[in-house]
Structures are given as C-alpha cells and as structure tokens.
C-alpha cells in the first residue's frame, strides 16, 4: 500500500489547539501505529475535535471506539466501522470514510466551518 502523502501533514499537527476565535477552538491528537489492523486500516489513531466555549466537544472527527452504521442494531456478524463523526454535545457517532490524511483534514475543517456558523448564528 503506498503512503498517504498528506499522513506527515497531519501527524506534524498532532497537539496543535488552533484558536477558531470567540472562546471556540480545535484539537488534534494523531499517533502512527505500530501497524494497520481491521478497524484501523490507515495506520493510525486520531481525534479532531472543535470545543465551545465551555470547553464542550461540539464536533469531532476520531477512530477511538466503534460505532452502529445507521439502520444496525447489533455489532455481530459485520465489520464495525471506527472511522466517525460526532455533531453536537451528544452525538455518539455516525460513520466517517476515511480516504485520506489530507481528505479527513478537508472534510474536519469544512465542517469546523459550518459548525462554527450554526453556533454563532450567521
């Protein structure tokens, strides 16, 4: 399998908190593994994360813990996805296809965008 070119990108912004102005701002936390697996198959551990300004996770990107495809009931007899997303403070995660390092910062930072305009009311 070739390398993601944009995999030293993001792993470079591991422990980067980037201020998104009025008390919002972002996380990212990147770790390469020791070696690919079936739930993680790009080689690596991530959590991108936007926080109000009460220190809330209102959005994340991560890999840290499985979740139900929509419509699944049960974890048995199917591959279970760890790629995810979380919108809002409650959200326990939906399904994110990771493409690439580069893609996942696109996407991260295109729904930091939005986010930050539904909780800023423009």
Same mark, same amino acid.
């Given at each position: 399998?070739?390398?993601?070119?944009?995999?030293?990108?993001?792993?470079?912004? $591991?422990?980067?908190? @980037?201020?998104?102005?009025?008390?919002?701002?972002?996380? @990212?936390?990147? *770790?390469?593994?020791?070696?690919?697996?079936?739930? !993680?198959?790009?080689? @690596?551990?991530?959590?991108?994360?936007?926080?109000?300004? #009460?220190?809330? !996770? @209102?959005?994340?990107?991560?890999?840290? #813990?499985?979740?139900?495809?929509?419509?699944? !009931?049960?974890?048995?007899?199917?591959?279970?996805?760890?790629?995810? +997303?979380?919108?809002?403070? *409650?959200? +326990?995660?939906?399904?994110?296809?990771?493409?690439?390092?580069?893609? /996942? /910062?696109? $996407?991260?930072?295109?729904?930091?965008?939005?986010?930050? *305009?539904?909780? !800023?009311?423009?």
């Amino acid at each position: 399998m070739a390398r993601d070119a944009g995999l030293d990108t993001l792993l470079d912004l $591991d422990g980067s908190i @980037i201020d998104q102005g009025d008390g919002y701002w972002v996380s @990212i936390r990147v *770790k390469l593994l020791e070696k690919a697996s079936e739930t !993680r198959p790009h080689g @690596i551990s991530y959590s991108l994360t936007l926080h109000d300004p #009460h220190n809330q !996770r @209102i959005l994340g990107f991560d890999n840290a #813990h499985a979740v139900k495809s929509v419509g699944k !009931r049960k974890y048995s007899g199917r591959r279970v996805e760890y790629d995810h +997303k979380h919108k809002g403070l *409650k959200d +326990k995660g939906s399904p994110y296809e990771f493409v690439s390092a580069y893609q /996942l /910062l696109e $996407d991260f930072f295109n729904e930091v965008d939005k986010t930050l *305009k539904e909780y !800023r009311g423009y």
